[in-house]
T-cell receptor
């Protein structure tokens, strides 16, 4: 196991609601990235946090927001949920921040279903 | 054109076969690549990094071809347990956004 944990494991919401997903990074890792993985697709990069600052963002609307805490754990918040937000949300931690696609260690993911 | 492209497969091979996947990328500035393995309904797990000089780990060999802008993964002596989806990932240009391919499905049968 990678040591990256995520909660909850599964979640069902309805359109328009808001959701918060949580991630604890592997010990010693100061960088956390969030991904959305739809069925049959590869993970799509949402954003990355390095030392509590957003450090890169993918092509996702502002209703996707995040936080990183001093202990390097992180939250992903999604407002005004849409049906297309139904996906597996993956958190990945890595030991270095900044440039490059550094080795990332994924948590088990949160499976979100929006009805 | 997508920045990182993979043939989704599935690749159906018998045990013991050698199988190779390619992953093409569009950004010539990309420097670092990785292969991940993802089992059904599980998270991706790092398989190996891809270096310019090639990288071998047991039955697995990864190579980078900068001239043709693709990376490859070769699996020798396939095992049933190799059945999974194989994802390639590289950074997306100057923004260094990790970009995953959609994955290639491998099914190894007895």
């Amino acid at each position: 196991e990678t040591g990256v944990t995520q909660s909850p494991t599964h979640l069902i919401k309805t359109r328009g609601q808001q959701v918060t997903l949580r991630c604890s990074s592997q010990s010693g890792h100061n960088t956390v990235s969030w991904y959305q993985q739809a069925l049959g697709q590869g993970p799509q990069f949402i954003f990355q946090y390095y030392r509590e600052e957003e450090n890169g963002r993918g092509n996702f609307p502002p209703r996707f927001s995040g936080l990183q805490f001093p202990n390097y754990s992180s939250e992903l918040n999604v407002n005004a949920l849409e049906l297309d937000d139904s996906a597996l949300y993956l958190c990945a931690s890595s030991p270095t921040g900044g440039e490059g696609s550094e080795t990332q260690y994924f948590g088990p993911g949160t499976r979100l279903l929006v009805l | 054109r997508k920045e990182v492209e993979q043939d989704p497969g599935p690749f159906n091979v018998p045990e013991g076969a050698t199988v190779a996947f390619n992953c093409t990328y569009s950004n010539s500035a990309s420097q670092s690549f990785f292969w991940y393995r993802q089992d059904c309904r599980k998270e991706p797990k790092l398989l190996m990094s891809v270096y310019s000089s090639g990288n071998e780990d047991g039955r697995f060999t990864a190579q980078l071809n900068r001239a043709s802008q693709y990376i490859s993964l070769l699996i020798r002596d396939s095992k049933l347990s190799d059945s999974a989806t194989y994802l390639c990932v590289g950074p997306s240009g100057g923004s260094y956004i990790p970009t995953f391919g959609r994955g290639t499905s491998l099914i190894v049968h007895p």
